[in-house]
């Protein structure tokens, strides 16, 4: 994209602001008496604040993902990147986004909480994007488009190619949510951010990385959209048992792709299984660890699984998604138990 300037997109406080300068930003160096931050010199490691912009995690991120470890900001879950598009962006009452819809619930929570209005443009019924029509919703005071691939919770990728046409013709921020990524046969956007320096693109450790209860989210960006969400973020917003974590279970690349090889395969035979019962109409295609499934009455299947123990997630309310229950891929015991279950749905 040519001609963007990501300061005409800034808030003007955020661009004001002097951020809070922690004792941990103000000496580099080596050093072995540590008076600055009022810590307890006891209970090592842990009495010691962490590093604020996570460099060690950073490094070896940058070298699993191929991207620049100065391109990478890391939060608290990838909802923190979510909300710190709108704090750094968005003014409340004024500015705006545009997503699709329906799509990740998160998105619009977070221009609530903001009070930042989202334009949600439908998808086409078989879940595909309409660009003329999520170019068309876009008004000079959109900051930001959300865009969810594979998406939550249809499941379907976005063509590279779509999001590449959106990223020229926006005019404003695009933010890839690439948090089912390692399951999709499409290639990530994060290797097209030399070219597009208005991609803000999202991953996160809680789905293929299975480890969202350690709570950490990437955002991977221009250096000047890092250095913005750095300024905005809490001084310690990653802890250190998250960061240490991190460090240990990025050594585990194996173990990791084999996990995603077994939901990969678990995937297949779930829909395959799912397609043939007479209580699914229709089960969508999928590039995510879920499966959408239409059924013969969402509300009354779901209550029926509630009462075997089976939790899934009922869509039924969702917009274009009448009837339909989202289905994680579990291990091959999981997925007979709601294979079983849904087929006895209904007989007496
Ligand atoms: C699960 C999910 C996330 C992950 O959020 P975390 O805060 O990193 O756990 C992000 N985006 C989408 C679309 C998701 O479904």
């Not at 097209?192 to 320096?197: F, I, Q, Y």
């Not at 991977?220 to 750095?230: G, H």
Request: aromatic share 8%.
């Amino acid at each position: 994209m040519t001609d963007f300037d990501i300061n005409s997109l800034v808030r003007p406080c955020i661009q004001a602001l002097e951020p809070y300068s922690c004792a941990r930003n103000e000496f580099h160096g080596q050093a072995s008496v540590w008076l600055d931050a009022n810590e307890s010199p006891y209970n090592a490691p842990f009495n010691r604040y962490p590093d604020p912009l996570q460099a060690q995690v950073k490094a070896k991120l940058a070298q699993v993902k191929g991207v620049e470890a100065g391109n990478i900001f890391l939060g608290n879950g990838s909802d923190e990147c979510i909300d710190l598009v709108y704090r750094v962006f968005c003014e409340p009452k004024t500015d705006n986004v545009v997503a699709m819809s329906p799509s990740y619930g998160m998105y619009e929570v977070c221009a609530h909480i903001n009070d930042v209005a989202y334009r949600k443009v439908p998808l086409r019924p078989d879940f595909s994007l309409d660009v003329q029509a999520l170019l068309g919703a876009v008004t000079p005071h959109t900051k930001a488009i959300f865009l969810c691939s594979p998406n939550n919770p249809t499941g379907n990728a976005i063509d590279t190619l779509l999001i590449e046409r959106i990223l020229d013709q926006a005019g404003c921020l695009v933010v890839v949510d690439e948090a089912y990524a390692d399951f999709s046969s499409q290639p990530s956007m994060r290797h097209k951010l030399a070219r597009h320096p208005n991609l803000i693109v999202l991953s996160t450790f809680s789905k293929a990385w299975a480890s969202a209860g350690v709570r950490l989210g990437m955002a991977f960006a221009s250096r000047a959209i890092v250095e913005l969400f750095n300024k905005v973020k809490y001084p310690y917003n990653v802890n250190c048992l998250t960061q240490q974590y991190a460090l240990e279970h990025l050594k585990k690349l194996d173990q990791l792709a084999g996990w995603r090889n077994a939901i990969l395969a678990e995937r297949g035979r779930l829909i395959d299984a799912l397609a043939r019962l007479p209580q699914v109409l229709k089960t969508y295609p999928t590039d995510a660890n879920f499966v959408l499934v239409k059924t013969v009455d969402a509300d009354g299947i779901y209550a029926h699984l509630c009462r075997e123990g089976i939790v899934v997630r009922n869509r039924n309310r969702v917009e274009q998604c009448l009837g339909c229950l989202r289905i994680t891929v579990g291990t091959p015991q999981e997925n007979d138990a709601v294979i079983n279950a849904i087929s006895n749905y209904g007989n007496k």
